[in-house]
């Protein structure tokens, strides 16, 4: 019996031992040590990861200093809108990841969607929530002339650049075309009156304008294509991880659980993978519809509007090949996986961001954790959501990990 | 020591190393997560009903998640002749998930000898995913699926 006794112990012994390699933390299980698969997927994760910058072949100014510095101050301008108070930076603000906070956006009227940030958007080859655009420049035209944003119209923009912009403008476009034959409002978009003002306009007095329109948008696209994401503790702690030093001191136990989560059981990843932690594409994962807005299709109405845009890469104002226009040429443009489906952001600073969704549905991180742990049927489509029977715990290290994303000043 | 003191001294040994194992063997399971396991990942295979030979030459190894691909397909009938002047579609998707590819590419250039450049493959997330090709030529229609993990 005695001898039992010992070995009892001595099992007792190697059995702790044996699991102190594997840590407990609030009840779940800390991956101390990675499979060479798991530090794969964390590397392809890290902003070491990130590509060059893409080039834009629709847009011949993207790399040109000077028309960023000309987008800049375009961005900046609230001379661009309908009742001179809205700028791009109203609801893209600078000092708040170029996003407002606030559910829905606000210029001269309410928008229906969450203000998307800006950074790192020079990568996605579709932009909005629901890809309705196909360059950073395509995607700044639309809330000029959109009724609750800028408000404005395409020949009072015009008149503007004329006006404030004409040598900067002149120097990477060419001669301005003459405007003062035409009406102070005219758009093919907007009210009726800008839009009969448009009709009776020459095909050759559309084009001219049509061109200073998309040249705004080149311009301030090569300005939002100098926002890009800056290193975060995750980044760092990834980085000492490939080069094998030091690989648990930039990340605490708890987040380094919600990081083996976010790339496992979570299956996080799956949607937000890449160094900008966005795919890119669009997804339906059951988000509630907001009460009092109009019905809201996603993907399905905003690929049928990219493939119609005449400012899309294929389109006449357009710098490219249609042949370069692979993401275009090659959209799914139909089918039942569009219905509601959005683009995932990137979550660089989601902590930093709420409210969340394209609506601003949940108004914390918890509650969209909670929302994918729950995977309700979606309001309208398919959602792509399983139920992921995460612990309280298990909630709370995804959060955690989702502020190790954070940008430090 | 008796018989029966050695039987129950193992048993002692073996409650804790079971449990160390099936901790392993679950953490194991999760991460691999129903992948099956005697999945063919050539890319030279024979179609469904065994009309052709079928290649699929990949542009990047390994293939890359979020990057639009040229892949060149190659078709042979079963003695090994190029297929030539074939009609080929091109889908995909990931079984385990139950969705399709993001984007719908297609055969751009026929570039003789039974090869065929495919454009616009793309794969948004990690894991198993499947491309098909359906042929239809003199030969009669058929499909091959290739299976590649990213």
Known sequence: ?409 | MTRRQILKSRLLWAAPLTLIAMVGIGTAAKMTASLPEDLDFSLTRYSDAGLYETRLDTDTKPVSIGVMHVFTVTLKTRDGKPVEKAALTIDGGMPQHGHGLPTRPRVTADLGLGRYRVEGIKFNMPGWWTVTVHATSGAGSDETTFNLKL
């Not at chain 1, 136990?253 to 790339?263: K, Q, V």
């Not at chain 1, 108004?363 to 398919?382: F, I, K």
């Open chain 1, 1 to 409: 019996m005695k001898r039992s006794g010992i070995l009892y112990a001595a099992a007792g012994i190697i059995a702790l031992v044996v699991l102190a390699g594997f840590s407990y933390k609030g009840g779940i299980y800390v991956s101390q040590y990675w499979s060479e698969e798991q530090k794969s997927l964390i590397a392809s994760l890290s902003l070491d990861a990130l590509p060059a910058l893409p080039v834009d072949p629709s847009n011949r100014v993207a790399d040109d200093p000077k028309a960023a510095e000309l987008g800049e101050a375009l961005f900046n301008d609230r001379r661009l809108s309908a009742n001179g108070k809205v700028a791009c930076a109203t609801c893209h603000l600078p000092d708040r990841q170029f996003q407002d906070d606030t559910p829905f956006g606000h210029g001269v009227g309410q928008t229906n969607r969450r203000t998307m940030p800006i950074s790192g958007t020079a990568h996605a080859p579709f932009l909005f929530w629901d890809g309705r655009k196909d360059s950073q420049w395509a995607q700044a035209l639309g809330p000029l002339e959109s009724a609750v944003e800028h408000g404005s119209d395409r020949t009072a923009l015009a008149r503007q650049v004329v006006t404030h912009y004409r040598r900067d403008y002149e120097q990477l476009f060419g001669p301005l075309p003459e405007l003062t034959s035409l009406p102070d409002h005219a758009s093919p978009e907007g009210n009726p009156a800008a839009k009969s003002a448009w009709s009776k306009m020459t095909e050759g007095e559309r084009e001219a304008v049509n061109r200073v329109f998309a040249n705004i948008g080149k311009a301030i696209a090569a300005f939002e294509r100098t926002v890009e994401p800056r290193e975060t503790r995750f980044d760092r702690y990834a980085r000492s991880l490939q080069a094998g030093t030091a690989p648990n001191n930039g990340l605490s136990e708890t987040e380094i659980a919600g990081l083996a989560l976010f790339i496992g059981k979570g299956n996080c990843i799956n949607c937000h993978n890449g160094p900008l932690l966005t795919d890119n594409h669009f997804h339906n994962t059951g988000v509630p519809a907001v009460e009092g807005l109009p019905e809201d299709t996603g993907r399905t109405l905003g690929a049928l509007q990219v493939k119609n845009d005449p400012f899309n890469c294929r389109g006449r104002y357009s710098d490219a090949e249609p042949s370069d226009c692979t993401e275009l040429n090659f959209m799914v443009s139909e089918g039942e996986a569009l219905v509601r489906a959005y683009k995932p952001p990137s979550l660089r600073n989601v902590a930093l961001r709420p409210p969340y969704m394209h609506a601003g549905q949940f108004r914390s991180l918890d509650e969209v954790v909670r929302h994918y742990n729950e995977a309700p049927p979606a309001p309208a489509g398919h959602s792509e959501l399983e139920p992921l029977k995460l612990s309280d715990s298990e909630v709370q290290a995804l959060q955690a990990f989702l502020a190790s994303l954070n940008e430090e000043n």
